[in-house]
């Protein structure tokens, strides 16, 4: 099993997170790692070293929610939610993001 | 940060424990779910297992970063060193107790003195935007400084009556109140004043209520006043313009809150009960709110009536062109600026001015631009303020005593705090060596510091509190209601914590920067006693310098406040004050006019006498002033030729005690006709006549009005001298003797106050009781005021003097003290530091003698230091001092002495040399009896 799995690039990490929760879904921890890995087509691998310091910094910007509940398995997990300001956090990430790659990309194609 | 981060913070900081248990539990499903993906992904196998798990890398410092992510760092650090702080403390119980109990006297001595200012001289008047408010005065050139007690009215030769008016520095007069015609014309050609309204306090009236009589304070005001201060009645209606129009009109009046509950008990009825004011039947048309207590700060009045009810309730006349007594305020336009208004209100006065003066006597003064008067505005908030012309100088440097006390026990605080620093100073190099910044090191020391300032601070506020009447306990007079007012509020609340944590921050500095300047190096290197002990002892130094200087200096200050009180309880009074019973009859001229007060006084004189216990009984006028024509010659109108007159009663000299010299006393004989004979006091006779005992020559007498007829005494310009009597204080002790005439009040009665005099053997609690009851038998509607011995009068005439000695006496002493622990401290340290050095001269044969000299010399020199600091700050500061204190209408504080009295100034650096000394011969003995054995094996 050699796929090769890349870091997410830093300072993306919170908007990849915030855009995994954005369609009103609740997820806890080891459910975002792996949404981000499958819609990224398994490139992307969330390290889980940081995975929890930035949701932490997420919460405490009260860009998401946390809540108690249960997964399947009927085991006690923290489900992360989007609230209002990380929504538009979102966006304003998003639109800087867009911004700067394409900038980014337009440099490496005329090159 | 914003407000919900903030928030969200403080949570997890309270909700430590369980933030991190959480978090353990989200780790482990993770890691739990991960294994279990891998396990279904793969044959399951230890190694993968053990694979998987390092992704969370090391799981207690993952764990540590989430927690940071939340944490207000400096604020956990600072309850941290907050926390080994109070360990500290505990493990020093004696460091402890002397700095919180040095502080807290501190804290709290500011805490009391601010809570009086803050309710006696900083609260504006209780009306609704009283800063809107403006005071009419006036400033004239017209100096007669000097002439007479300024609380008397004087009659100037150009305007009339003048009552209220304070001088200025330069020599000049502002006055407050205004005659008739600029009132009706500012009234009428007001355009700047939302409202403009008059007033006049009138002082106490016998009031006739359901039978009984009583004295009230009362207060006249124009129509305009109640809707000018924007203050509506709790029951009832408010003075309208409908009721100052006449005399006939002014018939009613408001209550005070205070007096509805204390006469009436609240009961609605008081509204339409009619009483007698000096005679005058009024209706109780309102009562004022509670928190309504008038516009002079301190001033308690029961009776607010129209201007117009004066001159038929006191039998004087408000309304006479030539009488300045109306006192004028108004409420500001706001789209009008101050400057706008007053040259509005300025041109009306000058034309009122050239209309009516510009014929009188010394009208021509009015023709140099220069002199002329002006109008001014005063600021109207605090209303008209008495209170602080008279306290506020004081009270403010009460306050700056107390922070110079403060200010010594921050520096004792610091002292002590950089010798114990200075035992930590390894530990701080290594602080610094590990990666510590110094910002972070100055932090932690300013974070030792706060719960020491806390618990002073909180005991100092507990001591303020209770405190807080201490001070206008003593300024006090029990017979009469007093100005002064301690409500203990928020705002004095804030004050105290603000002035806590600038202590704080004061006493935490000199440890904080001394941290700073540590060289790791050389701190790490050196054991326990290097040379790095000598700059920590230049800093200390420094500090006990300072402290010795500024307790010299409050040491000084307290000599110069209690050589007054003493030089003017020292001085002669010429009346036997103990025994003499004093109270104020107010016959209201209606019912006493001159023709029948004559025959009132001799009744009570007749039934004081007949009172058990009393030996005699006697009356006074308030007194007055002539202006002095040695044998009949023609009087000058000037300060030299002016005399005080006392027109009193039968038994007056014996009495009062006060020593016949020559002749005879006043006698009942002399009211009836005849040449009017006077007893002079000796001053009089040195002044007038230049000899010991003028008994049986005549002067002639003029009240100054123009000709020579003396108003009280018509017709009789002539008095002959029967007596002489010893010199006393009729007035003030400050005052010098002034040459002055006692006349027969019978000869010439003149309706108004009468002061009674007793001289009593018995209990003067119980003559007090029966002298009501007799003076009720003769006329139910006379009230009897003011009971008070002689004694207490005197006392109470030297209150301002009386408290600066006894607070400057606490804060000398405290200063003192403090001033010996920092020696003490400074001192203990030192030879804590050199017990090495001192056990090896020990050991090679130095003397004790010869040890304890070596440290006393250190404590001598630094004493020295002191004193040369504090001498000069003596010199500059006591004059300020003295100035600041002096009583209203003086230049001067200190009596007796100069503000920079050489022996006043021996005694304190003498007393302070002593107590420091002492203070740093123990350390010297301790340092002798330090055994060389083990001094050298000490690191």
């Not at chain 1, 954005?22 to 969330?46: C, D, K, T």
């Not at chain 2, 029961?302 to 006191?314: F, N, V």
């Not at chain 2, 110094?438 to 510091?449: T, V, Y």
């Not at chain 2, 005197?794 to 009386?802: G, M, P, V």
Request: hydrophobic residues 45%; positive net charge; charged residues 20%.
């Amino acid at each position: 099993m050699t796929i090769s799995r890349d870091p997410i690039p830093p300072g993306t990490l919170d908007m990849v997170i915030l855009k995994t929760l954005a369609p009103g879904r609740e997820m806890h921890g080891f459910e975002i790692a792996e949404a981000i890995y499958q819609s990224s087509e398994n490139v992307l691998q969330v390290e889980e070293g940081s995975l929890y310091p930035a949701l932490q910094r997420l919460l405490v910007k009260g860009w998401v929610s946390g809540e108690w509940g249960r997964t399947q398995g009927n085991r006690r997990a923290r489900y992360y939610s989007l609230t209002k300001a990380g929504h538009k956090q979102l966006i304003s990430e998003v639109v800087a993001y867009r911004r700067v790659s394409g900038a980014i990309s337009r440099i490496l194609e005329t090159a | 940060m914003t407000l919900g981060e903030l928030w969200r913070r403080c949570r997890f900081v309270l909700n430590r424990d369980r933030f991190g248990a959480e978090l353990e539990e989200e780790m482990q499903l993770h890691a739990d779910l991960r294994a279990e993906q891998v396990r279904r992904e793969n044959a399951a196998s230890a190694t993968t297992l053990r694979a998987m798990r390092p992704k969370f890398g090391n799981a207690a410092l993952l764990k540590e970063e989430s927690r940071d992510v939340w944490s207000i760092q400096w604020l956990e650090e600072s309850v941290r060193d907050m926390a080994f702080a109070i360990r500290q403390m505990r493990k020093a119980p004696g460091f402890t107790a002397v700095a919180i109990v040095s502080l807290a006297l501190g804290i709290g001595a500011n805490t009391a003195i601010f809570t009086m200012i803050q309710s006696t001289l900083l609260r504006p008047i209780p009306v609704k935007d009283a800063g809107e408010l403006r005071l009419l005065t006036w400033r004239s050139e017209e100096s007669r400084r000097g002439w007479m007690a300024p609380s008397f009215g004087y009659r100037s030769p150009t305007y009339g009556w003048m009552y209220e008016h304070l001088p200025t520095a330069d020599g000049a007069y502002i006055h407050a109140e205004f005659s008739p015609p600029f009132y009706r014309n500012f009234l009428r050609y007001n355009l700047v004043f939302e409202s403009l309204f008059g007033f006049k306090e009138l002082g106490r009236v016998t009031a006739l209520v359901d039978g009984g009589a009583e004295p009230l304070n009362a207060f006249l005001v124009s129509g305009d006043f109640y809707r000018g201060v924007d203050v509506s009645p709790v029951l009832g209606r408010a003075i309208g313009p409908g009721d100052d129009v006449n005399p006939e009109a002014a018939s009613v009046a408001v209550i005070s809150y205070e007096y509805w509950t204390r006469r009436f008990g609240r009961s609605p009825s008081a509204l339409g009960k009619t009483i007698s004011l000096n005679g005058v039947p009024v209706t109780i048309i309102g009562v004022n709110p509670e928190y309504f207590t008038g516009i002079v700060p301190g001033g308690h009045f029961e009776i607010w009536a129209p201007l117009h009810l004066l001159p038929s309730a006191y039998g004087q006349s408000l309304f006479d062109d030539a009488s300045w007594r109306i006192q004028i305020m108004g409420r500001l336009r706001p789209d009008v600026s101050d400057a706008r208004a007053l040259s509005a209100l300025d041109l009306i006065f000058q034309q009122q001015l050239d209309g009516n003066y510009l014929a009188a006597p010394h009208g021509e003064l009015l023709k140099d631009p220069a002199k002329r008067p002006h109008l001014m505005l005063a600021d109207g908030s605090r209303g008209v303020d008495y209170v602080t012309d008279h306290y506020g100088r004081m009270l403010f440097a009460v306050f700056a005593l107390a922070g110079l006390v403060l200010t010594i026990a921050c520096a004792n605080v610091a002292n002590l705090l950089l010798a114990r620093c200075a035992a930590r100073q390894r530990e701080i190099a290594l602080r610094l060596a590990l990666g510590a910044g110094r910002g972070r090191i100055a932090r932690q020391l300013l974070a030792e510091g706060l719960p020491l300032a806390a618990i002073a601070g909180a005991a100092g506020v507990i001591m303020g509190y209770f405190a807080r009447n201490s001070v206008p306990a003593l300024l006090a007079a029990p017979w009469r209601s007093n100005p002064f007012e301690s409500a203990f509020d928020g705002r004095v609340l804030l004050v105290s914590v603000v002035i806590t944590f600038a202590t704080a921050v004061l006493f935490s500095l000199a440890p904080a920067w001394q941290s700073l300047r540590v060289d790791v190096n050389d701190a790490l290197k050196d054991a326990s006693r290097g040379s790095a002990g000598l700059s920590k002892l230049r800093m200390g130094g420094a500090l006990v310098v300072l402290q010795v200087g500024f307790s010299l200096a409050l040491v000084a200050g307290a000599g110069m406040c209690v050589k007054t009180f003493t030089n003017l309880r020292a001085l002669p009074l010429g009346v036997r004050p103990e025994g003499v019973l004093l109270f104020t009859l107010e016959p209201p001229p209606l019912r006493y006019p001159d023709s029948r007060i004559g025959p009132l006084l001799t009744k009570v004189q007749g039934a004081m006498e007949a009172i058990p216990g009393v030996q005699s009984a006697t009356f006074a006028d308030g007194g007055g002033g002539f202006y002095i024509g040695a044998n009949s010659g023609q009087p000058e109108i000037t300060y030299a030729s002016h005399a005080a007159a006392l027109a009193v009663g039968s038994r007056f000299f014996e009495t009062m005690g006060i020593r016949i010299v020559y002749g005879r006393a006043i006698s009942q004989g002399d009211a009836r006709n005849g040449p009017s004979a006077v007893v002079v006091n000796r001053e009089f006779a040195r002044h007038f006549f230049h000899r010991d005992n003028p008994v049986g020559l005549t002067f002639t007498a003029s009240d100054g009005t123009g000709g020579s007829a003396v108003a009280r005494d018509s017709g009789v310009t002539q008095f002959r001298i029967v007596g002489v009597c010893d010199d006393w204080h009729v007035d003030w002790l400050r005052d010098p003797i002034k040459p002055a005439v006692y006349t027969a009040a019978l000869r010439n009665p003149r309706a108004g106050r009468a002061n009674l005099k007793l001289r009593i053997g018995g209990n003067s609690a119980r003559v007090a009781l029966q002298l009501r009851e007799a003076v009720r038998s003769i006329d139910p509607e006379l009230a009897v005021t003011d009971v008070r011995t002689l004694t207490a009068e005197i006392e109470n005439s030297l209150s301002q003097e009386r408290l600066m000695a006894s607070l400057a006496t606490v804060f000398g002493a405290i200063a003192l003290v403090l001033a010996s622990i920092g020696i003490y401290g400074v001192m203990a340290y030192a030879v804590a530091r050199r017990t090495n050095e001192i056990g090896i001269r020990i050991a090679l044969g130095a003397r004790p003698q010869r040890v304890v000299w070596t440290v006393l010399r250190q404590t001598f020199t630094l004493v020295l230091c002191g004193v040369a600091v504090g001498v000069p700050a003596i010199l500059g500061l006591s004059p300020v001092l003295d100035r600041a204190l002096a009583p209203t209408y003086r230049e001067s504080f200190a009596y007796g002495l100069k503000p920079n009295d050489p022996i006043i100034i021996a005694v304190a650096v003498l007393s302070l040399g002593m107590v420091t000394l002492l203070a740093g011969f123990l350390p010297a003995r301790r340092a002798a009896q330090v055994d060389p054995m083990v001094a050298l094996r000490h690191d």
